[in-house]
Nanobody
Framework: QVQLVESGGGLVQPGESLRLSCAAS????????MRWYRQAPGKERELVAGISEGVGTSTNYIGSVKGRFTISRDNAKKTVYLQMRSLKPDDTAVYYC?????????WGQGTQVTVSS
């Protein structure tokens, strides 16, 4: 049973930082790319960041978060992280962890990130 559990969300002020975690189980974690999506109220879910399953640090980000967000993974802990810096109100959304182990999307329950003054 594939399971993804996000944590680390919360309420922060603009300019502050937050680190999200996604604990994974039910598949060979190190063999698959991992992704973070987010969905704001009234908007479509969008891919925020992805990290490859390879040895290197192959990552990708949407333009709005480049230079501010960093995705990383710890294969020993079977966890993927999203370090978010210089948060903006537009970053407010539910953040979801995603994996596609057998050509099927699996999602966590999501963790709420609210950026407000």
């Amino acid at each position: 049973q594939v399971q993804l559990v996000e944590s680390g969300g919360g309420l922060v002020q603009p300019g502050e930082s937050l680190r999200l975690s996604c604990a994974a189980s039910g598949f060979t974690f190190s063999s698959y790319p991992m992704r973070w999506y987010r969905q704001a109220p009234g908007k479509e879910r969008e891919l925020v960041a992805g990290i490859s399953e390879g040895v290197g640090t192959s990552t990708n980000y949407i333009g709005s978060v480049k230079g501010r967000f960093t995705i990383s993974r710890d294969n020993a802990k079977k966890t993927v992280y999203l370090q978010m810096r210089s948060l903006k109100p537009d970053d407010t959304a539910v953040y979801y962890c995603n994996v596609r182990p057998w050509s099927t999307d699996y999602w966590g329950q999501g963790t709420q990130v609210t950026v407000s003054s």
